[in-house]
């Protein structure tokens, strides 16, 4: 068969799906990371950090999944370190999660510089579902990809029933929301804000381990090019909400397949116009968002960025 | 009738200190099962700190506390929860994003992993009905009035179990009609056996509602009484206490003519009510006009709006017969008026800039020190030096940030710069809170000194004692207006203490 319209958008927009997995469970992490009332502004590092040991350990093992946790597990440990800062010690925020954002690129392009232009043997692969992946259409774009996008899925769902419907979540929001009177309800807030901040620093480790172990399984020093930064704005985009953070993800993710589709069909834009795309269309997201959360009295946790200590006369 | 076993609660010889403070001084407290207990006191009489050590957020460093017979201890609010201990803050303990029910369920141990709604929800209505309120179980908080706000907060501590409630000044932000209803609410919790700890200062409310009272002072207990078997005019006494401490010695002075005048002032707080509600006051040179009253009634306003900090809605404010009425902070100080304010390290001080710096905030912008867009900082020093030398100011180190002075080094800069400045009107906003007896003096003294130099001052001071020892006559404010005008030499202080609790001489 001829390559039709109809067969490229498929494959355009199953392109989305994974570039937008890649900007989801960051997103999703940072979603309950700001819920808990911690903001961390390290994704882009924490994001490197992940891609960078999630080829590492794909490399020495083999074993692409392996590598994909080992970059979860190196980026929770870097947020921990952010989770300390701001938690325990009470620190600025917004420097710590920029210093970790600098840390990550600085550490991985040190170690990294041994492994650029190195490929992986064994990347992830993709994995029909049986049945699904017959559906015409959806199919081919929704479940015709791998395990991490299927897992994104999962999450997705997961996190949006724990936040709304569980004790759990309602502990979570009330931590973020006001501190003071979830630790009068016997709530643990320290706590609460090292697991979700690490949880979420490990998030962001598997969005950038999903780039080295799969879409593009080799080194580069800054491989994930701002993704990051982007994954920090869609959190607003998703108004802390993790089905709003699928919905952003896959938008962003389709801007750049299709940007990258016009590339490569030669137009006569300019190709670092077309670069440009995902991070002008962040402004817009960031405009459009501030003004519904301003309207529509939901949004940001109240104490997001403010460290709590019990007070004493 | 005291039967040991309807004792609910005991409280022990409870001793809580804080930096430089004893805040609760072997206090004895006792609660019977079915009662409503109210606990009496000016500000900082311990009230609130005793019932924080009931609620696990304090330790006390000293006493014991039992519950039905049973010593306990409780290190935390959720202790205190476990032993049915729930209480209502003043400042409302809930999420203001979270609907009721979540409200409700947050840190409950009693509930599962995944909440279901539709039963919580019916036993909170459950609640509401055995009380005769309402109350929508999935409104969010911040849609609810602060009235249904406190009902949730009740439904919390009822949900939890709670046996003893402990509400800490729960009228203070609500209506009348509010209140009405919220005594109509603890009357029947009452009935059913559970006991309350009502805290407030307002007098006719704890007569009508409460069974006995204790009055704290100072930290210290002053008696519990039957409400049956006492008068509110020996209540306000209580509270108060009878004896005046001394009167500082003055000068007989003639008085001066009207520097201050306050017409019908109107302003909103922070929290956009109405502050100062038609407030009128007149201050004369070379008198200490103290302004008494519970804080929160709009004294905190009053002075802002004199000093140019607050804007007026309607109503004038006069300075030696000129209109200052929402002049700029400049303008006034150009106009004489001064302000020693109550929080010194924020609005009076720069707490990062030095003593010379801070000493020079008046002066930069004229000769000598002002030498076109430049400073002169030997000017500036000089400048400086003169006011430590005077004033006798310990600095350590006339570089250093302002902030590593004491308290009451602290003050006497900030008073230093002010007085310098020969002003017309000061303002004094609780000159003397936390700082120690020989600053304390020197700040009186100087305020008297003031007076007798024809200055009109306005003392605003929670602490009626020394309002008494220095003013010559004493404004008492309640809701945001003035409610009456005694003269300190002969005063009445049951009087003062009806109209602090808004008893008598309040205007519908």
Not at chain 1, 123 to 137: E, H, T
Not at chain 1, 265 to 272: E, F, V, W
Not at chain 2, 54 to 72: C, M, N, Q, S, T
Request: net charge neutral.
């Amino acid at each position: 068969m001829n390559p039709t319209f109809g067969t490229i958008l498929i494959k355009v927009l199953a392109g989305a799906i994974q570039s937008g997995t890649i900007l989801l469970l960051p997103t999703l992490g940072e979603v309950l990371t700001e819920r808990s009332g911690v903001l961390n502004l390290g994704l882009e590092g924490l994001m490197l950090i992940g891609a960078f040991f999630g080829f590492l350990g794909a490399i020495k093992t083999g074993n692409p999944y392996i590598g994909l946790l080992l970059g979860m597990v190196a980026a929770g440990a870097a947020a921990a370190i952010h989770a300390f800062i701001c938690v325990t010690l009470r620190g600025n925020q917004t420097v710590t999660g920029l210093a970790l954002t600098i840390f990550g690129a600085g550490l991985t392009s040190f170690y990294g510089d041994h492994w650029v232009s190195q490929r992986l043997t064994t990347a992830i692969k993709p994995m029909a579902i049986p049945g699904l992946s017959q559906i015409p259409v959806v199919g081919p774009i929704l479940f015709s990809q791998d395990l991490i996008v299927y897992a994104g899925y999962i999450l997705v769902a997961l996190f949006w029933f724990l936040l709304f419907k569980t004790k759990v979540g309602v502990n979570l929001r009330a931590v973020g929301e006001n501190a003071k009177a979830a630790d009068a309800m016997g709530i643990n807030v320290a706590g609460t804000r090292y697991f979700w901040t690490i949880l979420g620093g490990a998030l962001a480790g598997a969005g950038g381990a999903y780039i080295t172990c799969c879409i593009h399984p080799y080194w580069l020093n800054g491989i994930t090019s701002g993704k990051g930064w982007i994954a920090v704005a869609l959190v607003v985009f998703a108004m802390w909400n993790p089905f709003n953070a699928l919905v952003g993800g896959f938008l962003f993710g389709s801007i750049e397949a299709m940007q990258l589709q016009l590339q490569a069909g030669g137009t006569y834009i300019n190709s670092a116009l077309l670069s440009m795309l995902p991070y002008v269309t962040t402004f817009a997201v960031i405009i459009v968002a501030t003004l519904i959360v301003r309207v529509r009295h939901v949004g940001t946790p109240k104490e997001l960025g403010i460290p709590y200590a019990r007070e004493e006369k | 009738m005291e039967g040991q076993e309807q004792l609910m609660l005991v409280m022990g010889n409870i001793t809580k200190r804080f930096p430089g403070i004893v805040a609760n001084d072997h206090v004895n407290f006792e609660l019977r099962k079915g009662e409503i207990h109210t606990l009496l006191g000016e500000n900082g009489a311990g009230k609130s700190t005793l019932m924080n050590v009931l609620d696990g957020i304090y330790y006390p460093d000293e006493g014991e506390i039992a519950i039905e017979g049973k010593r306990v201890n409780l290190r935390s609010p959720l202790d205190s929860m476990k032993h049915s201990i729930g209480m209502i803050h003043q400042n409302f303990m809930l999420v203001a994003s979270l609907s009721v029910i979540e409200n409700v369920v947050l840190g409950l141990e009693s509930q599962g992993f995944y909440i279901d709604k539709k039963s919580v929800a019916h036993q909170i209505e459950a609640i509401a009905k055995k009380y005769n309120f309402r109350v929508d179980p999935y409104a969010k908080i911040w849609q609810l009035s602060v009235g249904e706000q406190q009902r949730v907060e009740i439904i919390k501590t009822l949900f939890k179990g709670a046996r003893i409630l402990i509400l800490d000044e729960p009228t203070a932000v609500l209506t009348p009609q509010e209140s009405e209803e919220l005594f109509g609410i603890l009357r029947e919790m009452k009935s059913e056996g559970k006991s309350i700890i009502f805290i407030s200062h307002k007098l006719n409310e704890v007569m009508s509602v409460s069974d006995r009272i204790t009055v704290l002072r100072k930290g210290r207990l002053v008696g519990t009484v039957d409400t049956a078997s006492i008068t509110e005019r020996e209540l306000a006494k209580m509270m108060i206490g009878r004896d005046i401490l001394f009167r500082l010695e003055r000068k007989d002075i003639e008085q001066g003519r009207e520097v201050l005048t306050v017409e019908d002032a109107q302003a909103y707080n922070d929290r956009g009510t109405m502050a100062l509600n038609k407030l009128s006051i007149t201050v004369h040179g070379g008198e200490i006009m103290g302004v008494a009253g519970v804080a929160g009634n709009g004294q905190v306003e009053l002075a802002e709006c004199i000093t140019g900090l607050r804007h007026l809605v309607s109503g004038h404010i006069t300075v030696e017969g000129i209109d200052v009425t929402n002049a700029t902070p400049c303008t006034l100080a150009s106009a004489g008026v001064n302000y020693i304010p109550a929080d010194r390290l924020g609005v009076g001080l720069v707490p990062n800039l030095s003593t010379v710096e801070n000493a020079m905030l008046r002066k930069y912008r004229q000769q000598p020190m002002c030498r076109g867009a430049f400073i002169d900082y030997g000017a500036a020093c000089t400048y400086a030096d003169g006011l430590i030398e005077k004033f006798d100011i310990a600095v350590p180190l006339k570089n250093a940030p302002v902030k590593v002075l004491s308290g009451g080094n602290m003050q006497k800069l900030l008073l230093a710069r002010e007085i310098e400045e020969n002003p017309r009107l000061l303002i004094a906003e609780h000159p003397t809170r936390g700082l120690d007896v020989g600053a304390t003096e020197f700040v009186r003294k100087t305020l008297l000194e003031q007076r007798d130099h024809g200055v009109a001052v306005l003392l605003i001071s929670e602490d009626l004692d020394e309002i008494l020892m220095v003013a010559d006559r004493v404004a008492v404010m309640y809701e945001g207006r003035i409610v009456g005008i005694v003269d300190a030499h002969h005063v009445d202080i049951a009087q003062i203490g009806l109209m602090m609790a808004g008893a008598v001489g309040v205007k519908a």
